[in-house]
């Protein structure tokens, strides 16, 4: 074997570093760099006759270099090259990226409503008050990105109907008030908001939970995967957020409360802080906010701030007419399916031009939502507010679930029912419930504190029974703290007439 003497292999290694410089740099004359709200760099380029956007570390960027190194040098990069050209552009788009908000399907701007169809020629949605056209190519200002394992829609027929879809969920044995959360949830999941509705399907085993929301998935946000297991933690449900415009949890059991918790912050902005990686100091932090869909035997929503975010459903029995297998189901709504979601957005359009101009009265539930689909309402041939009583009154029930399934809420009601006011401190009420009725103590929180703080926790829904609480903070709002103090704070309880 013949030596090769170190000077010859310096010049080799500081002609193979100027190689992977030049390409580098080739690449990034190319490219426009961008930087997501949560600190991960992304890169948009020429594919073709297409413009394409994709993480920095996606397999497909990866692969753009490659292909550039050996147009350039006529042979395939090593392991090491790549990793230096790799480590080169990160940096380069870390430092002069523009900031976004990057999304997988769905992005408002200033001239409408952009759904990335996710298909070969990279083709998008247009959508205004106007109407909404095809459109072949994704502006440079409208940063959507493609998930990996993302579905195509399929192309919408302009002469559709949204009410297509309800034979394949039921038909006529799906209620009326089902059928209008339904439809709700889907135009109010298809836009770009700080507030989003949770679709919850409960039922008993077979009656078509799992298949309604996999049908619901792949009209909004299409994937070759379905309805996924729970998450074992708050940033796994984030991170399954970057990829995702609508999350979809099957067959669940059971929300624990900090999950419970979490599941609200999502509805309404879920914000991730962790230690950047690589880093002592370094901070990543950042927010998501997304539709979701769960499904479950029991009914799943049991704390009242999870409540007032949800479309809550309920299936006595399968809606479909007939046994049918899943094939034949998915099978028959695939042949309508660009039927249906033209018909989407069709009404979506009306949404579009009308939501601002919507006066409502009171809601219990997201003001935004009853707002964008009451503007669809007669393109759906609904009364005006129809859809908000339907809203309103499903917010009540759920409220109502959480009454139930909680025994101190239903020891207060009857408590307040029959005394109609209490005033006074922690003892005081706990002596006055064993005068009503000989409780169980554990039904009881064991101390002024948790007492307080349970009273907050179901204010809202205590007043579907007309129940007012007072005197829970000490005077602008400002908590009482102190433990010595807050055992002889007095607070009001009243039925109010």
């Not at 190689?19 to 990034?28: D, G, K, M």
């Not at 550039?68 to 940096?91: C, V």
């Not at 990279?122 to 109407?131: E, M, N, S, Y």
Request: glycine content about 6%; aromatic content about 10%; overall charge neutral.
């Amino acid at each position: 074997m013949t030596e090769i003497p170190d000077d010859q292999r310096v010049d080799n290694n500081e002609e193979q570093e100027d190689h992977n410089t030049l390409v580098a740099e080739q690449i990034s004359n190319s490219v426009d760099f961008y930087v997501g709200n949560d600190d991960i760099p992304y890169a948009a380029w020429r594919m073709g006759s297409k413009r394409v956007m994709w993480p920095v570390e996606s397999p497909i960027f990866m692969h753009h270099i490659q292909t550039t190194y050996r147009r350039h040098r006529g042979r395939i990069p090593s392991q090491f090259a790549t990793k230096s050209i790799y480590g080169w552009l990160e940096n380069e788009a870390m430092a002069v990226g523009k900031s976004i908000i990057p999304m997988v399907r769905i992005k408002q701007s200033s001239n409408g409503l952009w759904y990335n169809m996710c298909d070969e020629q990279w083709r998008a949605i247009r959508l205004d008050g106007d109407g909404w056209e095809i459109v072949d190519r994704i502006p440079s200002n409208i940063p959507l990105i493609r998930a990996n394992n993302a579905q195509k829609y399929v192309t919408p027929d302009p002469s559709g109907d949204i009410n297509l879809l309800r034979k394949h969920i039921g038909g006529d044995q799906l209620s009326d008030t089902n059928w209008a959360l339904i439809v709700g949830f889907l135009l109010s999941s298809m836009r770009e908001e700080k507030e989003y509705p949770i679709l919850s399907i409960s039922g008993v085993q077979g009656s078509g939970k799992t298949t309604i929301s996999n049908l619901l998935l792949s009209l909004i946000d299409p994937h070759h995967d379905t309805a996924a297991t729970f998450p074992q933690s708050e940033e796994d449900i984030a991170v399954a957020a970057r990829s995702r415009h609508v999350l979809a949890y099957d067959n669940l059991s059971g929300l624990k409360k900090d999950m419970s918790d979490s599941l609200c912050k999502l509805a309404t902005g879920l914000t991730v802080m962790k230690r950047a990686l690589y880093t002592k100091h370094g901070l990543n932090q950042y927010t998501v906010t997304r539709p979701l869909i769960l499904n479950g035997i029991p009914d799943i929503v049991e704390k009242g701030d999870l409540a007032r975010r949800v479309m809550a459903i309920y299936l006595d029995d399968s809606p479909f007419k007939d046994p049918k297998t899943i094939k034949n189901i998915i099978q028959n709504f695939e042949k309508d399916k660009a039927k249906i979601l033209g018909g989407i957005f069709n009404v979506l359009v009306h949404c579009y031009r009308n939501h601002e101009n919507v006066n409502l009265g009171e809601t219990s539930g997201f003001k935004s939502v009853a707002e964008w689909v009451e503007g669809g309402a007669e393109a759906l041939g609904w009364e005006k507010g129809y859809f908000l009583d339907v809203y309103n009154n499903n917010r009540i029930a759920s409220a109502t679930n959480v009454i139930d399934v909680d025994p101190f809420a239903k020891a207060l009601i009857e408590v307040i029912s029959e005394k109609k006011m209490f005033e006074g401190t922690y003892d005081e009420f706990i002596q006055m419930c064993y005068t009503v009725k000989n409780y169980n103590r554990k039904i009881f929180p064991p101390n002024v504190k948790w007492l307080l703080d349970n009273l907050r926790r179901l204010k809202p829904a205590l007043k579907q029974y007309d129940i007012r609480i007072l005197g829970l903070d000490k005077g602008e709002g400002r908590v009482w703290r102190t433990t010595c103090k807050r055992r002889f704070r007095k607070f009001r309880i009243e039925m109010v007439d």
